[in-house]
Each structure stands twice: as structure tokens, then as C-alpha cells.
């Protein structure tokens, strides 16, 4: 059960994080109180702290919105093909998990494997 909710919670944080990623940098300006991607209170602030007067141009850019884009939909494809083998990532993720637990080797508290050797 656990190993499909890990599953189910990874596609659903894929999923917002790629469309987050892919529409955010196109958001046209004033649209529910969001501001222009490269015009905004946060940039601007990071630009006069580090004395990069040019980073508000470079991150307002075509390809910097297009790098952001593109690694919205790497993290689309990724929630994506996660959906069509849901099976079997829990499946592996329960195998991993059985495999773990069985080759853990319980012993005491206060004895080590060697001790019975050398003590006996």
C-alpha cells in the first residue's frame, strides 16, 4: 500500500511541477495578480543585492523561458510514463522493500556475530 501511494504522490508532484514549470514563464502580465515573468518584485531585489544589473534582462529572455519550458515537460514526460507503468514501479518498489526486510538479521542488542566464537 505504501509503495502506491509513493508512486501515486510522485506523479501527482510531477505533474503540478511540469505544468507549474511549462505555463509559468509565458503567464502573460496582470493575469490573477501574477506579474511578468522577468519583470517582478523578487528579481529585481536579487539584481540590486548581487550587483548583476543584467540578470533581470537575461532571466526575462526567450531562451531562459524556454530552458524553464523544457524542463516543465521533461517532469510532464516523466509523470506521464510513470502513469502508464504504474504497475510496475510498485511492483519494484514492494520487491525492493521484501528484499530489504528479509536479508536484515535480527540479533541481540549486546551480541555481536564473533562474540560466541571467541567467548565460547
Known sequence: ???KL???FYIVLCLE????LTVL??????M??????GNNYFLLYAARQTGIQGLQAVVGSGWVRGAVSGVGLLNLAIAFWEIFNFKRTVAAL???TNDATRSADHLSDNERRDDRANNS
Open 1 to 3: 500500500m505504501s509503495a
Open 6 to 8: 509513493s508512486v501515486i
Open 17 to 20: 511541477i511540469g505544468i507549474f
Open 25 to 30: 514563464p509565458w503567464w502573460p502580465q496582470g
Open 32 to 37: 490573477w495578480g501574477i506579474s511578468d515573468w
Open 94 to 96: 514492494q520487491s525492493q
